[in-house]
């Protein structure tokens, strides 16, 4: 196993380092309330909170190929700790527990080395998007809802979304007034300052401001609560004592706790990457998480896990490199040593506010807009991982997420792009169909591609595609299996009933364009009598011939079929550019670029580039379109340009004149369809512009009368 020590430090740049160090002291100051917190939920004093964010944090930071995310003490791994420690009948905070808990994690850590040993970083990839999306929101929420009892003057929630809810609707029958109101100004301050000036470090500003309040001020005669005073010192190093649990025990509950770690902690080390555009190693990663949690066990603390919440923070206050999270446990080295009595001054609500604002940040509510506009199946994944987390806790919404990630995998695969192929006229390369009006379809051959592995859930779809479109004049069928790259024995078995069925009918059946290994896997599965047979060939061109048809291929219809010269090639693959690239939408792109070059109207003047935009070469339709739009526009083209309407019109017109002997010239067979589409477009400008429209019949009319 090949590591890379301070990866994230190499090649240090020394622009970052001011923002690396305030970050880091940021970092720390944010971790003294969060860490004390989540060691009192897993079962240990307070202060190993801070112990748990000085030597793991910086082992961490040694080891990890990710130059922003931290490490530290964290509500899930805490949270199962503590449940561990109920189930087994332990007393939170007694010396048991404190015997207990390095124990679990240890062994935490060996599981993440041995994870590390098998490779098993690389199923982070097998999680999309959405569950990621899901799971960082679905985590965040959590941690904010188990922090808004602390802005009513209250405690910390532990557990799901119902044991949240209690807790806060408890809360909010013993509000503390001036504990909510210091902590929802501190938390508007932070909001609105994080609009203005997103780099101005106001969460140290916010800080001082709160040791200062506390001193000057008796905040604690209104309720107002701060940290607990903490003894000075740094942890003592020693090994666990593996006589307190079980060895059943520990191997079982540190297992779950393990996977918690790896389950979290990369996917949201990847949701950082894949939104700052890096990439991270994973199995170096859980080395990283194994090696901080060795540290965290051999000082008594509690599991460490990745702090979605301190990786926000960092991110707002741009921290670059690893030396955030070294600084951060250095600085912490400093407090525990001397500065131990300034946490005493510490109010809980401000200090909650941080936290609160950091995570509001981290959120991806935001995917799930954009998801639910683009596909309702990966909306779908998004909610799933985040209810499951929210509800069922960390793990069961990666599971959740993770298992709606696969069906909707299969799914798709199940439902996979294919269409029909042809040629364009005088044209060797093969075409959707559908993509182009002049595609033709090779007389007496089905030529089908189909765009997706074959296997038991859409061999279905392939064959009733195919069925469907024999005719009574089919001599062929040929499968462009240029995108399977798999089979399984279902599929192959379905290919074989086909072949048969087809072969009785008189009917060839080729499998071409598709990868060497295909045929071995083929063979393997039974198929190898195509490939005897000559059914397997390495070209639709190659297949045809075997049929004993040459290029130029016989089209349906009797459409003529010669070569053409490579200018026409040129503008024959330029028809409908719009309409091919935009789809359904291609109106609404013109209106869109139209818009654009308005703009640019107004600052070069060129009327010239107002004709065709930055689409130089647009076919005759989709510029005769372009057009009609800027007619519409004609009263502020006008404007901006100081031309007058009739100036425009015969501009216009002598353009669209030109358009229309340049499709007779070189498409005349589109001439009609041509003639049509201008007769609608016209009836849609006299409905929207009726004044416009005059002015063009006018001049159309008065072309007339030139000629």
């Known amino acids: 196993m090949h590591l890379e020590l301070a990866k994230t430090l190499r090649n240090y740049d020394r622009k970052n380092l001011s923002k690396d160090i305030l970050t880091g002291l940021i970092i720390m100051a944010v971790s003294i309330p969060i860490s004390m917190g989540y060691a009192q939920i897993a079962g240990l004093p307070a202060v190993y909170g801070l112990y748990g964010s000085v030597f793991p944090i910086i082992l961490f930071g040694l080891f990890s190929t990710s130059p922003q995310f931290i490490f530290g003490v964290d509500a899930a791994p805490a949270a199962l700790v503590g449940a561990a420690l109920v189930e087994m009948g332990i007393q939170s905070g007694s010396k048991q527990a404190m015997a207990v808990v390095p124990v679990l994690t240890f062994f935490v850590a060996v599981w993440l080395f041995v994870f590390a040993f098998l490779k098993a970083g690389k199923l982070v990839n097998y999680i999309s998007a959405p569950v990621m999306g899901g799971f960082i929101t679905g985590i965040c929420t959590t941690i904010i809802l188990m922090q808004v009892p602390k802005l009513m003057g209250g405690t910390a929630g532990t557990g799901e979304l119902s044991e949240l809810a209690e807790h806060i609707w408890a809360t909010l029958g013993q509000i503390n007034l001036p504990s909510l109101i210091l902590g929802l100004v501190s938390l508007v301050i932070l909001l609105v300052m994080k609009k203005i000036l997103p780099k101005f470090p106001m969460v140290v500003v916010l800080m001082a401001a709160g040791v200062l309040l506390s001193y000057f001020v008796p905040i604690s005669n209104w309720g107002i609560r701060t940290l607990d005073a903490v003894e000075p010192g740094l942890p003592v190093w020693s090994i666990p004592d593996f006589s307190a649990i079980g060895l059943k025990e520990a191997v079982i509950y540190s297992l779950s706790i393990a996977v918690v770690i790896m389950a979290e902690t990369l996917l949201g080390e990847n949701s950082f990457a894949q939104k700052n555009g890096y990439r991270v190693n994973a199995n170096q990663e859980l080395v990283a998480f194994s090696m901080g949690n060795l540290a965290a066990a051999l000082t008594g603390c509690c599991p460490i896990n990745g702090s979605v919440s301190r990786t926000a923070i960092s991110e707002q206050y741009q921290g670059k490199t690893q030396l955030t999270g070294i600084v951060a446990g250095i600085s912490m080295i400093l407090v525990l040593l001397g500065a131990t009595g300034l946490i005493a001054y510490l109010p809980v609500p401000m200090l909650t506010a941080i936290v609160i604002s950091s995570l509001l940040g981290a959120t991806e509510f935001d995917l799930a807009v954009r998801l639910r506009k683009i596909s309702k199946k990966e909306c779908l994944i998004y909610w799933g991982a985040f209810w499951g987390v929210l509800t069922l806790g960390t793990i069961n919404g990666v599971l959740i997420g993770i298992i709606l990630s696969f069906a909707e995998m299969i799914i798709r695969t199940a439902k996979p792009a294919r269409c029909f192929l042809g040629v364009q006229p005088g044209h060797r390369h093969f075409e959707d169909l559908t993509e182009s009006l002049h595609n033709c379809e090779i007389e007496g051959v089905v030529i089908y591609r189909f765009s997706s592995s074959l296997f038991f859930a859409n061999i279905d779809i392939l064959q009733q595609d195919i069925e469907n479109a024999i005719g009574s004049d089919t001599k062929a069928v040929i499968l462009d299996a240029s995108g399977i790259g798999s089979i399984d024995v279902t599929a192959a078995d379905r290919l074989a009933i086909l072949y048969r069925s087809l072969k009785s009918r008189g009917i060839r059946f080729y499998i071409t364009e598709h990868i060497a290994e295909l045929n071995e896997q083929m063979r393997a599965l039974g198929l190898g009598f195509m490939i005897e047979e000559g059914r397997v ?140 589409r201008r007769r609608l477009l016209d009836e849609q400008l006299e409905r929207k512009w009726p004044d416009v429209y005059a002015l063009v019949l006018k001049q159309r009319e008065k072309d007339s009368r030139l000629k």
């Open 537 to 676: 060939r390495r070209t639709i061109h190659v297949a045809l011939k075997d049929m004993g048809i040459h290029y130029p291929y016989p089209l349906k219809g009797n459409v003529d079929n010669t070569e053409r010269s490579p200018f026409r090639k040129r503008v024959d693959n330029s028809v409908q550019e719009f309409v091919w690239a935009f789809g359904s939408d291609s109106e609404a792109e013109i209106e869109k670029q139209i818009r654009l070059q308005i703009e640019q109207l107004k600052e070069n003047g060129d009327m010239q580039e107002l004709l065709h935009g930055q689409w130089n070469h647009m076919d005759e339709l989709d510029a005769d379109a372009w057009i009609e739009h800027l007619e519409e526009h004609m009263k502020e083209i006008v404007k901006i340009s100081g031309q007058d309407e009739q100036e425009l019109t015969v501009r216009f017109e002598k353009h669209r004149k030109k358009l229309r002997e340049q499709m007779l010239k070189e498409h005349p067979e589109l001439v009609a369809m041509f003639e049509e």
